[in-house]
């Protein structure tokens, strides 16, 4: 079961905010045993939240889904996700009486009395509008929820705010509540090395030959021009089953000795 994450908004795509929940969500999982799959991007287009949405509910991956459930112009993956899964955007009981709770909130914050039927707390209910069939995702920081769909093939999508202060407890509730059984049940493990002064092209035979011959592993290949400190170089490495990695690196360093390569161990 993979795990994907998309981000939605314009600003991202724009440049004018720096996204912040890929490395956050790669941290969470790192520090729980898994690994993200996959990422995306789209900006504020409800074509392409939609086209995308159905492609990825499609699978049965684990999708976390940041931005665009608000109740302003520009926030449409509510609506997207509802027409992706072809069903209606339905007001959430729950939900409901989240936003109510939040309203009351702020009225007593301000001293006054929560009035429920004015226009603006009316508006603010669709923020409960969730697709059919839905259930909600708890926000420790408003109380206004997010929300999670589950598609025929085991799959399920996780919908949370742009906003890192609540998006990012609402995807440790989602992990911690429904996949503790998936934590550390994937063993990884990474090695890896500096190479000196070598060309791509005279490693890829050695590369090829490692993954052939340990299919439980990856073999990596990261150049880079060098800067001040070091010298143009290759993070050459093995990473996968640590039943498996031990072995590949050890024949890794082989081959590289047999080439005569300078290297040194990169530390993790």
Not at 62 to 83: E, K, L, M, N, Y
Not at 215 to 241: N, Q, W
Not at 252 to 265: G, I, P, T
């Amino acid at each position: 079961m993979a795990i994907g994450l998309i981000i939605i908004g314009d600003e991202i795509l724009s440049g004018k905010r720096a996204d912040k929940h890929f490395p956050k969500v790669v941290e969470f999982l790192a520090a729980r045993g898994l690994q993200l799959s996959w990422a995306e991007y789209v900006g504020d287009d409800r074509a392409r939240i939609t086209a995308t949405l159905q492609r990825s509910l499609a699978s049965d991956d684990i999708v976390f889904s940041c931005g665009g459930i608000g109740a302003t112009p520009d926030d449409h993956t509510r609506q997207c996700a509802a027409a992706a899964l072809g069903v209606p955007l339905v007001l959430h009981p729950e939900a409901k009486l989240k936003i109510e709770e939040r309203i009351a909130d702020v009225a007593r914050e301000a001293g006054k009395q929560p009035e429920y039927d004015v226009p603006e707390n009316r508006h603010r209910l669709k923020m409960g509008e969730f697709p059919q069939g839905a259930e909600i995702i708890p926000n420790p920081y408003n109380k206004i929820p997010g929300f999670s769909v589950r598609n025929n093939n085991g799959g399920a999508h996780y919908f949370v705010p742009g906003f890192p202060v609540m998006a990012w407890p609402m995807i440790e509730w989602v992990l911690d509540t429904h996949y503790a059984h998936l934590f550390g049940k994937n063993a990884w493990a990474e090695k890896s090395v500096l190479v000196f002064e070598q060309a791509e092209s005279t490693l890829t035979p050695m590369m090829e030959r490692l993954e052939s011959a340990f299919p439980s592993v990856k073999v990596f290949s990261l150049p880079s021009v060098g800067d001040a400190t070091t010298r143009r170089h290759i993070e050459l490495g093995v990473k996968g089953d640590p039943a498996q990695v031990d072995d590949a690196f050890r024949e890794m360093l082989a081959a590289l000795d047999a080439l005569r390569a300078e290297y040194q161990m990169h530390v993790q």
